[in-house]
């Protein structure tokens, strides 16, 4: 939310240059989801609903609970993106078939776009935003990806790195022919694959998987 | 996506009760229009619901099945493997002993879709995934008797590269697009099921059903029933078998043609071949034949090749696809001709 | 361990500066344009044609409308009236935007597969997907011509269609031809293929009165914001574009498409913001793509190498109204000194979208052509092909016998030969082999027209030696962002890493569109000149602090607006800048010079002498493309246009049922990108070269570069591996199996 916040200023900042009166503040976010204090654990098998009812639901997310009440239908990656202001998990082509939206569910990689909202209900779902420290320091993976030029659009950059990230701790990243088949459910049109394999070689010593 | 109630079930038996008190038209229409639909990974499912090419009313949730021990556990003895059918395909294809003593099961779950994919994907899913057809995938192509009985087939005389070769019928060509099933087919494996009336367990070979002319229905299981677990017998030639995959790119595409085989061999000479074929059929394909071909013989140049002339004498090849018969015989031979000179 | 992704730079080359937006992009920060949270918006979704020709005779909505949280539904019952007649991109005398002149939804008729029929507006992205889905037009449906061959195309002559064409040719190539010591003298094909950049194309419209706020991925802001302007019949000072980060565009986001206008006038009616993101095949309609194209190339010369004949014609796929047409033979015309040459490029109007331009659009497909067919006439010959390409170098193009401004192709194959091993490569076709793997290894020529547009940025400094450059320009993923903030800081005198700079939105300077490889010259043309009037004010003061410079100035900031045009143009194309058109010039359109950056590829690939699947073992790309600015961001982009290239040779084609004019492989499964496993070792060699006469920075550009000729150098690879000559893309197992 910093972030955009200041994008938002900047925004303004330059039509203040330009001496245009409007302002883009409308465009803000009237509210913040804010997490709420509610255990996760129980609410989570008793998730149904029927056809056309909105679903209320709690998901655990980077760490956090959140609440939200949902069309059955929404995806993970849609709840993550339209509902939770998490839009770092992209949407590049909404049927599995390019892992733009990986995030980690119970500590695995999978795709958020064929995950419905409910299905992750109970579970502990890191998407691009909970990878950074608490003090805002980078994962080792996410300035490797900096240091070896690993994107050019960086669209499909945190699919990558959530990627990148379990492939490392799954023990599939021996050399550079086991990172190239497990990072080849991560398409990147720009191709910077080779900077990618870099990457990853370089960080996870520092994941202490060398 | 057309709306859907959804319910989470905690165990098989509640699945199957659910299942039974919810599907109003059982069996009378194609599996993509049951009216109620478990869901596991949702690869394949939340795929088609978006496409609308499968609208199921109810989704049963038996991700979250709690007592999923045996559900999705991999068990290894002296009898065979025994897998759980909620077990992920990354786990399979990673477990010790299916790398060890069944490497084709192992690499035709490690040589599928994406590292993701796998993680979500159970293989009782896996087994039942829909075909690629774009004809079928696609709800504003009309033509389609598996999407839409008694349609027709744009793929006929459309775009049919990626169609088979083997077991198609002048209602269908769709291509049977997945890879674990050749390695049960061809280890002969027996597929467990539960029903509201309790479970069965039969032959893998008769779960899937050649088009003919209800290509709508593609498995033999009743409405209701849900896979539960897979098992392989222990055989002599488990050890000695593995998964080729030919496909366009290097990753994380489906097959254009691919070979199950394994081989039990004494001096030098095939004892019992088994073969399974992917990517040219309508269903997982066993080449009975061709394997019968083989006893006896030394495995070699012209043994390998006499059995895939065996194997394809049956093809029949459309405007695109014509390709895939030669692509095929080139397959299995090489299979073969691998798997008896692999190390064990 | 070294680090290759920045390479060492050479002489005439800036430093490997890691992208100043890095960290927004790894840490899921930056805001692409679907990302920007919008206050209670409605989602829009397509409803698209499933008939290529023919008219709707009546929609049967009420299936549709029942969807719960459905708002409306826009047909051309409704919408006819939104949108003004366009003028096509680059195609006509007057200021065009758009990427076709087909306008949907103006009327019941359809002129194409995937056409937009209908926008459904509602709550929810689930529900105005599903309603959607649910549009039932009734169609009065015509058989469609699909593509070269099929009935009903006509022909037409590109030359007559545009004044811009001329086709190239010089003494006479058919005589030639026919008493020539050697010859050959194919035909080729390449494929349709559409760009499909992993993000989505998404418009966010938002009104606020009069004012329009267009949140969109665009390679041309000030251009998306004329264009929506033209459809609309707005103020073009009422239209706002901002498009801060763009997830990959490849040429699909540089012309105004259908959509965005709608979305704007749906938006505008419902008074409410609107989002739209589309499906992925959606994509495959939404934006434009590479035409399919069948050429014929016939090449003769003396025994010696040297070219006698060049004849080169291509064909080329476009809608019924738009006469839209790449016409690479003004590039392949260029390459080799050739006395003889004779070329004609016509379109074939089909029943389908007009097309538009992708990476290299002119270059890819004809270069393709030309340097297959120079690898078969090496071979015809006996000689080397890096020795035809010698034999036949030249520093003076034949056409017009205009001077290279600069021209480094034999370094560059000498640069990249070397560190291939190219000496080492067994000249017998189907005689080097590793295992079961047939081993084969190909050459190609690279080459891109030297671009530039007019262009303008604003600099400020502060005293405190920080800097913020704001230029209009868009960063697809070049790394504009950073290029830029190189340029001002080599010009200043200050840290790179202490200028801001701003792109990407249509309230800054003008700039030219992210496309034809000319951002980087552009702009930084135009930063240099802002920061050369800011250091002319600071002159004549002898401090070295550059507060006390301040002080004695009186100021608290400097600021200077700078505008520039290539060398020798129009000023008049800072007027056409202003009006969102981008006067690119270069390449070999000038009076007086041709400039072009060039490359050489060497690429080893592996066949599987049974089952004959292509892999690519190893590329090496050496390239010259003047000033580099960041070898960095240059060696990605090389690499990434490599990469490219080998979707294009090996898997890449959208394929059409002939029989309704239709794609059918819309998604990412079945229309096939490489994926990370198909890229093995791969060297990118930057090649030192100074040209001082493209532009007042001596940067030729590389976005485009890397993907000419890579297809060419994996087909002659493919035939070195198995005496097979593919000459027909993408090159597939299929081919092989014979």
Redesign the interface.
């Known amino acids: 939310m910093t972030q955009f916040l200041k994008y938002v200023a900047g925004i303004q900042r330059r039509q203040m240059l330009y001496g245009t009166a409007a302002t883009l503040a409308f465009l803000l976010v009237s509210r913040v989801v804010v997490a709420r204090q509610k255990p996760v654990g129980k609410a989570a098998g008793g998730i149904a609903h029927e056809a056309g009812d909105k679903v209320d639901l709690v998901l655990d997310i980077n760490g956090q609970e959140r609440h939200l009440s949902l069309d059955g239908r929404t995806s993970l990656l849609d709840a993550l993106r339209d509902h939770l202001d998490l839009t770092g998990s992209k949407k590049g082509c909404d049927h599995g078939q390019c892992g733009a939206c990986t995030v980690h569910v119970d500590g695995r990689r999978v795709l958020s776009c064929l995950t419905l909202a409910s299905m992750a209900s109970g579970k502990k779902i890191t998407t691009i935003e909970g990878l950074a420290g608490p003090d805002g320091g980078l994962h080792p993976m996410q300035a490797a990806f900096i240091e070896h030029d690993a994107f050019q659009c960086g669209y499909c950059t945190p699919g990558q790195i959530m990627s990148a990230v379990a492939c490392v701790e799954e023990g599939h990243a021996d050399d550079a022919a086991e990172i190239r088949e497990y990072m080849s459910g991560n398409i990147c049109r720009c191709a910077a694959y080779p900077n990618i394999v870099a990457a990853i070689e370089h960080a996870k010593v520092a994941m202490g998987r060398a | 996506?057309?709306?859907?109630?959804?319910?989470?079930a905690?165990s098989v038996k509640e699945a199957v009760e659910i299942i039974h008190a919810t599907d109003k038209a059982p069996g009378s229409k194609a599996e993509g229009d049951a009216q109620t639909q478990f869901?596991a990974?949702?690869?394949t499912l939340?795929?088609l619901m978006?496409?609308?090419v499968v609208n199921p009313?109810?989704?049963v949730?038996i991700?979250?099945i709690e007592a999923q021990r045996e559900w999705s556990s991999v068990t290894a003895d002296k009898h065979g493997l025994h897998l759980g059918a909620m077990a992920s395909m990354?786990a399979v294809a990673e477990d010790k002993d299916v790398l060890r003593d069944y490497p084709v099961i192992a690499q035709s779950l490690q040589l599928a879709?994406?590292?993701?994919?796998r993680?979500?994907a159970s293989l009782g899913g896996n087994v039942l995934q829909r075909t690629?057809c774009?004809?079928f995938?696609?709800?504003?192509?009309?033509a389609c008797n598996k999407r839409n009985p008694g349609s027709g087939c744009?793929a006929l005389?459309?775009?049919n590269?990626?169609h088979a070769v083997l077991g198609g019928s002048d209602a269908c060509i769709a291509t049977y697009p997945g890879d674990f099933a050749q390695s049960l087919i061809a280890l002969d494996a027996s597929v467990h099921v539960a029903g509201a009336k309790g479970t069965r367990t039969f032959p893998f070979a008769e779960l899937h059903r050649q088009p003919a002319e209800t290509p709508h229905v593609e498995t033999t299981l009743r409405p209701g029933e849900l896979i539960t677990g897979f098992i392989v017998p222990a055989a002599p030639w488990t050890r000695r078998s593995a998964y080729l995959k030919?496909?366009?790119?290097?990753?994380?595409?489906?097959a254009?043609?691919s070979a199950a085989v394994a081989l039990d061999m004494a001096d030098g000479r095939v004892r019992q071949a088994r073969i399974a074929l992917g990517g040219l059929a309508t269903v997982p394909w066993r080449a009975k034949d061709a394997e019968a071909s083989l006893a006896g013989k030394p495995l070699d140049e012209r043994s390998a090749a006499e059995a895939a002339e065996i194997a394809f004498s049956q093809a029949n090849p459309r405007e695109y696809n014509a390709?895939k018969v030669?692509?095929g015989k080139?397959?299995l031979?090489?299979a073969l001709l691998h798997v008896a000179t692999m190390e064990i | 361990m070294a680090n290759a992704a920045a390479p060492e730079p050479k002489e005439n080359m800036g430093q490997p500066m890691p992208r100043i937006d890095g960290r927004l992009k790894v840490t899921g920060g930056a805001r692409y344009p679907s990302d920007i949270r919008l206050k209670e918006p409605v989602y829009a979704a397509l409803a698209l044609s499933s008939i290529a020709l023919g008219s709707i005779s009546r929609f049967r909505l009420d299936a549709a409308r029942a969807v719960a949280g459905v708002i409306d539904i826009f047909t051309h019952e409704t919408l006819s009236d939104a949108i003004k007649e366009q003028v096509m991109m680059g195609q006509s005398e007057q200021a065009g935007y758009a990427a076709s002149t087909i306008r949907p939804l103006q009327s019941a008729s359809i002129l194409h597969d995937g056409q937009i029929i209908a926008i459904v507006v509602a709550d929810t992205f689930e529900a105005a997907t599903e309603a959607a889905r649910l549009v039932a037009p009734e169609y009065d449906a015509r058989t469609p011509s699909a593509t070269f061959g099929s009935d009903g195309v006509t022909i037409e002559e590109a030359a007559k269609i545009s004044k811009k064409h001329e086709d190239p040719k010089i003494g006479d190539a058919e005589a030639a031809l026919r008493t020539a010591e050697v010859k050959v003298d194919n035909r080729y094909s390449t494929p349709v293929q559409h760009h499909n950049p992993i993000e989505l194309f998404t418009t966010s419209c938002i009104w606020d009165g009069p004012k329009l706020t267009i949140f969109e991925p665009s390679q041309t802001a000030h251009g998306l914001r004329f264009g929506v302007a033209q459809q609309l019949g707005m103020n073009p000072d009422d239209v706002h574009v901002v498009s801060s980060f763009i997830g990959g565009a490849f040429g699909s986001k540089g012309a105004t498409t259908e959509r965005t206008a709608l979305i704007a006038a749906i938006a505008k009616k419902l008074d409410r913001p609107v989002k739209f993101v589309s499906s992925r095949a959606d994509a495959f309609f939404v934006s434009t793509y590479r035409a399919e194209t069948e050429q014929r190339v016939a090449l003769a010369a003396s025994r010696d190498g040297k070219l006698t004949a060049l004849i080169h014609e291509g064909h080329e796929v476009t809608s019924r109204p738009d006469g839209y047409f790449v016409g690479g033979t003004d590039t392949t015309t260029r390459m080799y000194a050739c006395p003889n040459i004779s070329t004609k490029v016509s379109v074939v109007h089909a029943d389908r979208k007009t097309p538009g331009f992708m990476r290299a659009p002119a270059e890819m497909p004809y270069m393709f052509v030309l340097e297959s067919a120079m690898d078969e006439l090496a071979e015809t010959l006996g000689i080397d092909p890096v020795e035809l390409r010698r034999i036949n170098d030249t520093q003076i193009e034949p056409i017009k016998g205009l001077a290279f401004t600069s021209r480094s192709l034999m370094p560059c194959f000498d640069a990249a030969a070397a560190a291939f091993r190219w000496s080492e490569r067994n000249r017998k076709p189907g005689a080097a082999r590793d295992g079961d793997w047939l081993i084969g290894q190909g050459c190609a020529t690279s080459c891109y027209p030297t671009m530039v547009a007019p262009a303008t940025a604003r600099v400020s400094l502060m005293p405190d030696g920080t800097a913020h450059v704001e230029t209009a320009a868009q960063d697809v993923g070049t790394g504009t962002y950073t290029v830029v903030a190189q340029m001002a800081a080599e010009r200043l005198g200050i840290d790179a890493r202490h200028v801001k700079v701003t792109l990407g939105d249509s309230k800054l300077p003008p700039a030219p569109v992210s496309g034809g490889s000319n951002v980087t010259a552009s702009v930084c043309s135009a930063v240099a000149k802002a920061c050369d009037a800011i250091n002319e004010k600071l002159r004549g003061s002898n401090s070295q602090n550059l507060a006390e410079q301040f002080r004695r100035l009186g100021v608290s900031e400097l600021v200077e607006y700078a505008e520039t045009v290539a060398p020798g143009a129009s000023p008049e194309g800072i007027d056409q800048l202003y009006k969102g058109i981008s006067a690119l010039g270069g390449g070999p359109k000038l009076k007086d010079r041709i400039q072009y950056a060039f490359g050489a590829q060497f690429i080893e690939v592996a066949v599987h002498s049974r089952t004959r699947e292509i892999r690519v073992r190893r590329m090496t790309g050496a390239f010259a493309a003047g000033r580099i600015m960041n070898t960095r961001t240059a060696r990605s982009q090389l690499m990434g246009g490599m990469i490219g290239g080998i979707g294009s040779a090996l898997l890449e084609a959208t394929e059409i049922d002939r029989r309704y004019a239709r794609y059918v492989n819309k998604n990412l499964a079945d229309y096939e990108v490489p994926v990370n496993a198909d890229i093995e070792a791969l060297d990118v060699i930057l090649v030192p070269e100074t040209d001082d006469k493209v532009n007042a920075v001596g940067v030729k550009g590389v976005g485009e570069l890397g993907i000419v000729g890579t297809a060419a150098a994996v087909a002659n690879a493919v035939y070195n591996a198995t005496g097979i000559r593919v000459r027909d893309l993408p090159i597939r197992l299929d081919a092989l199996l014979t």
Do not use: C, W
């Open positions: 996506m057309q709306p859907f109630a959804y319910t989470r905690h869901i990974g949702g690869t939340i795929d978006k496409l609308h009313a109810r989704l949730d991700g979250s990354a879709a994406s590292a993701q994919l993680n979500m690629r774009p004809y995938r696609d709800v504003s192509f009309t744009d005389h459309g775009v590269r990626q030919i496909r366009d790119r290097a990753s994380y595409a489906f254009l043609a390709f030669k692509l080139e397959t031979t090489r």
